[in-house]
């Protein structure tokens, strides 16, 4: 047993509420007076008339740019020096992941705080320190991670609830995967993102997304379609946001990650977002580590009872061939993957069975359930 530090990290302050833009200024005072307010179209739309308000009352200037859409090394570049040249002492993004990773790598660049305002809970992007950095044309580059988490994560839940109701239910597939990936991690003492052991508040965390996930998440949903802002509907913005976002960065990930990943190399999957190709992953990973037939079970009923996909059609891949398959799992299992973070060796052969077994009982379930 290895007895290297634990390590554990989170942003500096995180806000939650229906209408918690509208107390944004109060927050931001102690990082700076001035804040570079950055978003595509929709996302600044939906926090201006609420963050402009309160950053005039604590007498915060401001200024907004629209983010280019991709969290390239040129973008990041671009808004850091324009943050320079502002004269502000504070990044802001609103909106969705890829504006959330810019400009948390651009405000490293500068070293000045980062404000993230999500207006979707689809992704672990708001609380984590680490950007995903693509080529300008879209595809993968690298994963940077970042010294520091956000100096501040607000979320106002009646802007969340706007969101299309695919993503949050996308957020909760990520979700769910989160305290069997940390789980596995810790079996097999693997380093988390920051390269320390996992604290026991990661994986309280962790139990806790997990927990809230199943016990609310059907009923958060119906909220969300309904634009309602419920107790069921907090609790799960909560776990898909923080707990989810903290889980993975100071727990790890494994099998459903890696899938996730390893997918990415077939084309049909590229219409589906992250959560719902790693809710599918993490039927592969329990069934490649084995867990009980009832837990399996359990998540199958949750993924098909909110919509996550439980089966290859659900993602489009229905008719893939089985050499992309193979090729999906192979690089899932290349060294250096995180379904090496598994407490037992892992072969693309033994992912490539899972996948099919996975999808299998997706279709058994589903079939089950239409006739009762
Ligand atoms: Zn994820």
Known sequence: MDFTTQIFCAPGRYVQGAGA???????????????????????????????????????????????????????????????????????????????????????????VPAVVVPTVASNDAPCSALTVVYNPDGTFSRLRPLKKNPALVLVDTDIIVKAPVRTLVAGMGDALATWFEADACQQSNARNNFGGHITGIAMALARLCLDSIIEYGFNAKIACEKQTVTREFEKVVEANTILSGLGFESGGVAVAHALSEGFSVIPEIHRYLHGETVAFGLLVHLLVENRPKAVIREIYEFCLSVGLPVTLSDLGCGSVSRDLLHRAADDAAEPGKPSHNMPFPVTGKMLYDAILTADALGERLKAERQKS
Request: net charge negative.
């Open 21 to 111: 833009i509208h107390e944004i200024g109060a927050h931001v005072a102690p990082l700076g007076g001035s804040i570079l307010v950055v978003g595509g179209r929709t996302g600044l739309t939906a926090t201006r008339a609420g963050r402009r308000k309160s950053f005039e009352a604590q007498h915060i200037r401001y200024i907004e740019e629209s983010f280019n859409g991709e969290t390239s090394d040129a973008e990041i570049e671009r808004l850091a020096a324009l943050c320079k040249q502002t004269c502000c002492d504070v990044l802001m993004a609103s909106g969705g992941g890829k504006v959330i990773d810019a400009v948390k790598a651009a405000a490293e660049e500068i070293d």
